[in-house]
């Protein structure tokens, strides 16, 4: 007969959900009384919607990050630990392209010309998406063909490994300083709504993205094989799939869309070595949030997580300085919650 679990462990259940619940309400109810105090203005609504638009233009940004953190643990069942430093890499790709390789009279059309600077967006991840894949293929086929299906842990220490070397390979080649990629600054006025070039083309690119994903996944012969496998990897090599092929692609396209993230990323922010940490936390929290291996729930909670900070850095008091804390409270508080996420676990999308 199974023991009877003490009372005490309950309790502890329950205060680490009041801990973790605590947090989030706390900051809900002073940025609902910082709305209400912005309500007695004329303006209240256009400052809301203005809030919520960037909120959600920034979590289209963060949904293709974590779908392909999502797309590798869904199929392989892989934490990898260096997806953030693959964001760095894509970031410092355009930034050569740009700063090295473009010709200096060109430098001025992508802070003029919007169409330029589209076309540059373009052209920089038509030139790093590519490499990006066939090194994510290389990585994975070199160092971790060799011990999936083993241990969960070494895989997670692997990619951990990769993480540290990539940073300080970074660090000796280009600094800890942060570099920025001069774009086309202004705004796209619609209505009341002034939404930056940069914001709107990366929400435009990321939509393109993620759309583009779930249509592979849906209707391609390949992205079937992919669902395929992550639903059942077994059942999958008995009906003809190639698993050691799919691992090797899924890789590779996850690795790619951290990369699109961090080229989209190059054109809104400075950046520096150290970056991939704090989309990896996040990428962890919206999987979380989301359901982990669940694609429509990566870009659900990329999008929620956004309108969160969002309206956590307007209206709380020194909100910019919690926006990464919102996000591991609600890591914790989801595990503790609802630990299958909004949407489920892995599931054939």
């Given at each position: 007969?199974?023991?009877?679990?003490?009372?005490?462990?309950?309790?502890?259940?329950?205060?680490?959900?009041?801990?973790?619940?605590?947090?989030?309400?706390?900051?809900?109810?002073?940025?609902?009384?910082?709305?209400?105090?912005?309500?007695?203005?004329?303006?209240?609504?256009?400052?809301?919607?203005?809030?919520?638009?960037?909120?959600?233009?920034?979590?289209g940004?963060?949904?293709?990050?974590?779908?392909?953190?999502?797309?590798?643990?869904?199929?392989?069942?892989?934490?990898?630990v260096?997806?953030g430093?693959?964001?760095?890499?894509?970031?410092?790709?355009?930034?050569?392209?740009?700063?090295?390789?473009?010709?200096?009279?060109?430098?001025?059309l992508?802070t003029?010309?919007?169409g330029?600077?589209?076309?540059?967006?373009?052209?920089?991840?038509?030139?790093?998406?590519?490499?990006?894949?066939?090194?994510?293929?290389?990585?994975?086929?070199?160092?971790?063909?060799?011990?999936?299906?083993?241990?969960?842990?070494?895989?997670?220490l692997?990619?951990?490994?990769?993480?540290?070397?990539?940073?300080n390979?970074?660090?000796?080649?280009?600094?800890?300083?942060?570099?920025?990629?001069?774009?086309?600054?202004?705004?796209?006025?619609?209505?009341?709504?002034?939404?930056?070039?940069?914001q709107?083309?990366?929400?435009?690119v990321?939509?393109a993205?993620?759309?583009?994903?779930?249509?592979?996944l849906?209707?391609?012969?390949?992205?079937?094989?992919?669902?395929?496998?992550?639903?059942?990897?077994?059942?999958?090599?008995?009906?003809?799939?190639?698993?050691?092929?799919?691992?090797?692609?899924?890789?590779?396209?996850?690795?790619?869309?951290?990369?699109?993230?961090?080229?989209?990323?190059?054109?809104?922010?400075?950046?520096?070595?150290?970056?991939?940490?704090?989309?990896?936390?996040?990428?962890?929290?919206?999987?979380?949030?989301?359901?982990?291996g669940?694609?429509l729930?990566a870009?659900?909670?990329?999008?929620?997580?956004?309108?969160?900070?969002?309206?956590?850095?307007?209206?709380?008091?020194?909100?910019s300085q919690?926006?990464?804390?919102?996000?591991?409270?609600?890591?914790?508080?989801?595990?503790?919650?609802?630990?299958?996420?909004?949407?489920?676990?892995?599931?054939?999308?």
């Amino acid at each position: 007969m199974a023991e009877r679990t003490p009372g005490w462990v309950y309790a502890v259940y329950l205060a680490l959900a009041l801990a973790g619940a605590g947090l989030p309400l706390a900051l809900a109810w002073e940025g609902f009384v910082g709305w209400l105090a912005q309500a007695r203005s004329m303006t209240s609504l256009a400052v809301t919607l203005q809030v919520l638009a960037s909120g959600i233009l920034q979590g289209g940004l963060y949904a293709v990050i974590a779908m392909g953190l999502t797309m590798i643990f869904g199929v392989m069942r892989i934490i990898n630990v260096a997806h953030g430093e693959f964001l760095m890499v894509g970031a410092y790709m355009a930034f050569v392209f740009f700063m090295m390789l473009l010709p200096e009279e060109l430098h001025s059309l992508f802070t003029s010309n919007l169409g330029m600077a589209i076309l540059g967006v373009g052209v920089f991840l038509l030139i790093c998406l590519p490499l990006m894949f066939l090194f994510g293929m290389g990585v994975q086929r070199l160092l971790l063909n060799p011990v999936v299906g083993g241990p969960e842990l070494t895989p997670l220490l692997i990619t951990f490994g990769l993480s540290l070397i990539l940073i300080n390979t970074f660090i000796s080649v280009f600094t800890s300083d942060f570099r920025a990629i001069p774009y086309m600054s202004g705004a796209l006025v619609v209505g009341n709504l002034a939404l930056g070039y940069p914001q709107v083309i990366s929400f435009a690119v990321s939509a393109a993205v993620t759309g583009g994903v779930f249509g592979f996944l849906k209707f391609s012969r390949l992205g079937k094989a992919v669902r395929a496998t992550a639903q059942n990897a077994d059942v999958a090599m008995v009906c003809g799939v190639n698993v050691e092929r799919i691992y090797l692609y899924t890789f590779g396209f996850g690795t790619a869309l951290a990369a699109t993230g961090g080229v989209l990323i190059s054109i809104q922010l400075a950046f520096s070595p150290e970056i991939g940490g704090i989309y990896i936390l996040r990428s962890f929290a919206i999987i979380i949030l989301g359901g982990r291996g669940n694609y429509l729930g990566a870009l659900a909670g990329g999008i929620l997580l956004g309108v969160i900070e969002g309206f956590i850095s307007f209206f709380v008091s020194q909100g910019s300085q919690l926006q990464e804390l919102a996000a591991y409270t609600l890591l914790v508080f989801m595990l503790l919650v609802r630990p299958q996420g909004l949407l489920g676990g892995i599931a054939d999308e």
